[in-house]
């Protein structure tokens, strides 16, 4: 597939050759959690089943484990307690000497052990754990367009139950991925915050292969139908001449909807709760 998706923000990632939407890798990551995973824990042996059954567990003693994720991707390092205690100390890791892992693991102890981690962390300058820019990709159709996917605070439904959540937003369409679903997910950890940008990506590729506002296109700007025919209900009921809301789309997207919150991500604010 004869395309490449252009980062606009955040670390560029390796893809499938056959599916650009697909991360397979990143050249740089960042180490999330250190534990140290000794061979006594009560749930050790479930814990390394997938090393044993692949023939990769060589230390008996246990593990030195490293969590690493990046905007789109993870992978967990086993290496030795010594590997562990080295990284907490100066930050270096050779991953020649253990075994590099993609993903997170999952199952019996892992799910206890593992916390909920978002890309944007307050103690490392967000304005908010889970409030921020993940990363952004440029629009192939659209040259001063993004696909941007953030994560943020907000509620599925108005006044509803505030969460944390993760999503991405086209500037080319302005489409409100509330009103869509399955694109907007709760954000509990960085396979969540993956699927999102994977979306993004494929947005992006839908555009590439059938242009902005065709019928088979996730890419569909509204031209601000909805919004005139609002402003015409409202005029006729409140016997007035101004508009009770935007009526184009980006002005109303800039205002009310997420291009409202990026805004005030990009400048590191934390915005109001959305939908509150």
């Known amino acids: 597939m004869s395309i490449t998706i252009m980062n606009t923000y955040g670390t ?71 590997q562990a205690e080295q990284y907490h100390r100066d930050g270096t890791l050779d991953t020649s000497q253990g075994v590099l892992a993609a993903g997170w693991p999952q199952g019996k102890g892992w799910d206890a052990l593992l916390p909920r981690i978002f890309w944007n962390q307050r103690g490392r300058g967000a304005a908010a754990d889970g ?24 509620a599925r439904t108005r006044r509803g139950e505030t969460q944390q959540l993760v999503t991405y937003h086209c500037t080319a369409c302005h489409q409100n991925s509330f009103h869509d679903s399955g694109h907007v997910h709760e954000n509990t950890g960085p396979d969540r915050r993956r699927w999102a940008a994977r979306q993004a ?3 992006i590729l839908s ?45 109303y997207c800039a205002t009310k909807g997420p291009c409202s919150i990026i805004r005030e991500l990009r400048v590191g604010a934390r915005p109001q709760v959305y939908n509150a």
């Open 131 to 154: 409030v921020g820019i993940v990363t952004a990709f440029a629009h192939i159709n659209e040259p001063s367009a993004q696909v941007i996917v953030y994560e943020f605070e907000g």
């Open 207 to 251: 555009a590439h292969h059938h242009g902005i506002g065709s019928r088979d296109s996730a890419c569909r700007p509204n031209g601000g139908e909805m919004l005139r025919a609002m402003n015409a209900v409202a005029r006729d009921m409140w016997g007035t001449t101004s508009n009770a809301v935007p009526d184009t789309d980006a002005a």
């Open 12 to 82: 560029p990632h390796q893809v499938s050759p056959s599916n650009p939407a697909h991360v397979t890798s990143c050249t740089t990551y960042r180490c999330s959690l250190v534990i140290t995973l000794p061979s006594a824990h009560p749930d050790y042996a479930d814990m390394v089943k997938a090393l044993r059954d692949n023939g990769r567990d060589s230390r008996p003693e246990g593990y030195g484990v490293i969590l690493l994720e990046s905007e789109e991707d993870t992978a967990t390092y086993f290496g030795s307690f010594e």
């Open 201 to 203: 990506r494929q947005h």
